[in-house]
Every structure is written in structure tokens, then in C-alpha cells.
């Protein structure tokens, strides 16, 4: 039997791909992961979790567990509309979605707006998974660079007046992580975050923003595109994955009306009832407010022993961003980084090769992401030693 020609023409094209999670190398449990992009594993809270779901099967018993779930499921919604609330954005029940963390909702979203002619627009670098979920719907797509203050708008607007006065066909939307973004962890000025509606408005594209980081900044916060959007064009992307536990898989998509209706109608039952029961049970009796100060403090602090040990052990040739707020930081080197990834992890240390995060892998060769979420912070240092080692040894060998 030729399994293969059974594949309907987009899941054929769709394999054409890279496979999806190539970035991530199997590691050894010793290796110090600065590759990845998870929660410091004592802020995850198992302990709290246990008690949400002994205490809600001891309140409704089997309930949670059946097909029509919890009455907790609705009670989510309403804490992800009063915690969106306070953000300044103001959603109805009728305008939000809560899916299988952000991941579902992106390709949710992919899926009611993506043809396979659809043209996209993604930030160069961009999170890689969203890339991935993409290249199954669509080939067509355009990448705008990031720089320290996020998306370059300009070259955005230069590049849609481009397209229009040549008659070329306009993006449906644009993917961006405004806040803290994943690669790079730059945060995009207020000016741009402006100048981006304006362009959505002026040139007739959807915007989905992606805010899993949003609510970890380490000083300032940023204003959602989503809060000052008056034109209904913004779907914003939101995640409990960074701020309580990706494998409860709890996520949520903001936009108007019509566009939570055409997703639920694709979503239907491809979520976790038990999981929305559980998690609101579990934010019932959590002080968010105190565990987001706990969360951006951890960071802040995690980040800043990453940064002075750049300093310290990064060769001069190495460049980063400071970031603001999130897990990552952004280092350029001057040696190929997918090249160095097997080096390093012999050294006992891995990142994640720029390449991924771009649509033109080889625009990614001398950067990597460095996740300072993860490891502790002793071992952050020895790992940004022993990589500030290698890229010496490595740059001395090719002089
Ligand atoms: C930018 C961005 N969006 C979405 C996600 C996925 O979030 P979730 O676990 O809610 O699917 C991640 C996780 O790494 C991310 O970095």
C-alpha cells in the first residue's frame, strides 16, 4: 500500500517542510539547557495544582470529567476577561476563545484565514513554531526585520506601498510578538505599536499579535495592540504557559466576534475541559497579582546574571539585546551557530541556532537565542562561560 498517496495535497505539501521541533536536540540530563524556553521548573505550582484538582473533584465530583464539563469552564473565561481587563483590553464573552494553550489558537487561526494563496507577513527572526503552523496552510509569505525597538514599521509601510502600487496582492495579516518577543526579547516602541494599526487600517490586513510574554515584563509594561486597536483587527494570542504550566495547555484568542465563531466551529471538542476546570479552580485560590511580582522578580534577576556574564565571558565580537522583560536573549557571534551547537554540547550547554527563526535560514547563522528561564542561575554563568570559552577557541582556530 503507498501510505503517501493517500495524503490530501495540503498535508502533502505540508510534509514537503522541515519537520516540525528540529531545533530542539535531544539533550542529556546534565547538559544546562539554554535552549530552553520553559518556566524555572520550582515556579511551576504542582503542589497548588494537586490541591485545584482534589478540591474540585470533591466539589462536583465526576462532573469535570464528562463530555459537558465543568461549570468552571465558564468561570475561566470570566478570569481571563477580567485579567485581559486589566491590560486595557475589554473583551465580551462572545470575543474570546479559550484553547489548548496559545499554539492551538494560532493554528486555529491559521485556519480560518490562511488559503493556500494567502500571503503572510511574519517579523524576521519569529518564533519558530508559529512559522511551522503556518507553512502548512500557505508558501506565501514576506518577513520584516526586527531591531531593538521591535518590528521596523517603516520598512513594513515601505514594502505594502510597494506591493499595492505595483497591483501585487496585500498580506491577509501579520504575525507579530510585540512584547518580549520570542526570539529576540525586544519590546516594540509605543510609536510603532501605533504606527503597525495605522498601516493594518490603511492597507486592510488583520494583525495577530502574540503576547505569551506580555504580562513579564521586568519594569515597564507595554500597552497590547489589542488594547488600542479600535478597528476590531487585532486577534490577540494569550498563554498561561509562562506564567503557570505549559502542560495544563491553557491558551485563548481575543478578536471580534465573527472570528470566535468561525474558530469554535473548527475547535469543537479538541480542547481539555478537565484542564479549564482545573486551572480555574487553581485561579480561584491564587493571588495572580502576588505570583506575577514573584514571576517578573525571579526573571529579572535570572536575566541579569545572563547579561554580566556575557559581559564577562563573551568575546568581543559578540553583540546582544538587553531585554526587558520575557525568557530570552538575543546574541549575535561572529562564528555559524548551527556549526557550534554540536561543539557546545559537548561542552554541556545548548541554545537554539538562529536559522529556525528565519524564513531565510541562512539569515540566521551568526545569531542564537539564549533562554535565561530555565537554569538556575549558577548554572546560567557556568553555561555562558563555557560558551564565551568556545566561541574564543572557535574564533582563535579560524584566525
Ligand atoms: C511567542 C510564543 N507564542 C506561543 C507559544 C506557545 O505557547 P503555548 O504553550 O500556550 O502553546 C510560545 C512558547 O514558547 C511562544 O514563545
Known amino acids: 500500500m503507498n501510505v503517501a498517496s493517500f495524503f490530501s495535497k495540503s498535508t502533502k505539501e505540508a510534509l514537503q517542510n522541515d519537520p516540525p521541533g528540529e531545533w530542539m536536540p535531544a539533550l542529556p540530563n546534565e547538559c544546562i539547557r539554554l535552549s530552553s524556553g520553559y518556566p524555572a521548573p520550582h515556579l511551576v505550582p504542582d503542589e497548588e495544582i494537586k490541591q485545584a484538582v482534589a478540591s474540585l473533584l470533591k466539589e462536583e465530583q465526576d462532573l469535570p470529567l464528562h463530555y459537558l464539563g465543568s461549570p468552571k469552564m465558564e468561570k475561566l473565561k ?29 493554528d486555529l487561526i491559521a485556519r480560518i484565514l490562511i488559503d493556500d494563496e494567502t500571503l503572510v507577513i511574519v517579523e524576521a527572526p519569529t518564533y519558530m ?24 514599521t517603516d520598512l513594513l509601510e515601505d514594502l505594502l506601498a510597494e506591493r499595492k502600487q505595483k497591483g501585487l496582492s496585500l498580506p491577509r495579516f501579520l504575525y507579530t510578538i510585540p512584547t518580549f518577543q520570542n526570539p529576540t526579547g525586544t519590546n516594540m516602541t509605543e510609536e510603532r505599536r501605533k504606527h503597525v494599526l495605522k498601516l493594518a487600517a490603511q492597507y486592510d490586513f488583520l494583525i495577530l499579535e502574540d503576547d505569551a510574554y506580555g504580562e513579564l515584563h521586568f519594569e515597564k509594561h507595554s500597552t497590547p495592540l489589542k488594547a488600542i486597536d479600535t478597528d476590531g483587527r487585532v486577534l490577540h494570542v494569550g498563554s498561561l504557559s509562562k506564567v503557570v504550566a505549559p502542560g495544563m ?21 479538541l480542547d481539555h475541559p478537565f484542564a479549564q476546570a482545573t486551572m480555574a479552580t487553581y485561579l480561584e485560590s491564587t493571588d495572580m497579582k502576588e505570583r506575577l511580582e514573584t514571576l517578573r522578580s525571579t526573571y529579572q534577576a535570572k536575566c541579569s546574571v545572563l547579561l554580566s556574564a556575557l559581559e564577562q565571558y563573551m568575546p568581543t565580537s559578540a553583540s546582544w539585546y538587553v531585554p526587558e522583560g ?22 554541556g550547554i545548548s541554545f537554539v541556532p538562529g536559522r529556525y527563526f528565519f524564513l531565510s535560514q541562512e539569515d540566521g547563522t551568526q545569531y542564537l537565542r539564549l533562554s535565561f528561564s530555565y537554569a538556575n542561575e549558577k548554572n546560567i554563568k557556568e553555561g555562558i562561560k563555557r560558551l564565551g570559552n568556545l566561541l574564543e577557541e572557535v574564533e582563535s582556530s579560524e584566525r
Open 326 to 347: 520575557g525568557y530570552f536573549v538575543w546574541l549575535k557571534v561572529a562564528v555559524d551557530t548551527s556549526e557550534l551547537l554540536a561543539q557546545a554540547m559537548e561542552a
Open 249 to 269: 495547555r491553557i491558551g485563548w484568542v481575543a478578536a471580534a466576534p465573527e472570528f470566535i465563531t468561525a474558530m469554535a466551529w473548527f475547535k469543537k471538542d
Open 129 to 152: 513554531e508559529a512559522l511551522e503552523i503556518f507553512q502548512n496552510y500557505t508558501s506565501h509569505f514576506m518577513s520584516i526585520p526586527i531591531d531593538k525597538d521591535g518590528l521596523q
Open 78 to 106: 470570566e478570569q481571563i476577561q477580567e485579567r485581559l481587563a486589566t491590560r486595557g483590553m475589554h473583551v465580551g464573552e462572545d470575543e474570546l476563545l479559550i484553547t489548548a494553550g496559545a499554539c492551538q489558537a494560532i
